[in-house]
C-alpha cells in the first residue's frame, strides 16, 4: 500500500470532511458571529450559525452551517462556505437570511468580534462567553 502525502491528503479532503469550520491564517481576524435560534428549535438547541473572518485583502469569508445538541454531542450539517464576499454586503446578506427566515428580533445575535485587536483575544472572549465551540477555528 503507498504511504500518501500530507499535501494530498489535504487535496482529497472535502470541505465537509475538514475538521475546522474556518482556518485563520496569518494576518487575519474574525469579523462578525451571526446566531439565528428560532422559537421552534429551541427544545432541540437549534440554531443556524454564520461565522465570518476578516482577510489580509479585506474581503470577508464566510461560514455558515446548522447546529444542534444530540444526546449531549454538538451536532454540525449543511456547512456551507463563501471564500471572498465583500464587507459592504455582509449587512444585506444577514438581512436577507432574518427576512428568509422569519427571525424575530429576540431569535437573532449578532457578536462583533473586530473591536478585539488580536484573535488571541477574541477567542479568549468566545470561550468566556461560550458562543461558540472554538475546536472548530484553527
Known amino acids: 500500500m503507498k504511504k500518501q502525502k500530507k499535501s494530498e491528503k ?8 475538514d475538521p475546522y469550520l474556518m482556518r485563520i491564517n496569518k494576518g487575519e481576524k474574525l469579523y462578525k458571529f451571526f446566531f439565528f435560534r428560532p422559537i421552534a428549535g429551541r427544545d432541540r438547541h437549534f440554531e443556524y450559525r454564520i461565522l465570518t473572518k476578516e482577510k489580509t485583502n479585506g474581503k470577508i469569508e464566510m461560514v455558515s ?41 429576540d431569535e437573532f445575535e449578532e457578536l462583533d468580534l473586530s473591536k478585539f485587536k488580536t484573535i488571541d483575544e477574541q477567542l479568549k472572549f468566545l470561550k468566556k462567553q461560550d458562543k461558540v465551540d472554538t475546536m472548530y477555528i484553527m
Open 10 to 17: 489535504k487535496e482529497s479532503m472535502s470541505s465537509n470532511d
Open 65 to 105: 452551517y446548522n447546529f444542534k445538541i444530540v444526546n449531549g454531542i454538538p451536532q454540525k450539517s449543511s456547512i456551507m462556505k463563501a471564500p471572498e464576499v465583500p464587507k459592504e454586503k455582509l449587512e444585506e446578506i444577514i438581512e436577507n437570511m432574518k427576512e428568509r427566515t422569519n427571525t424575530a428580533p
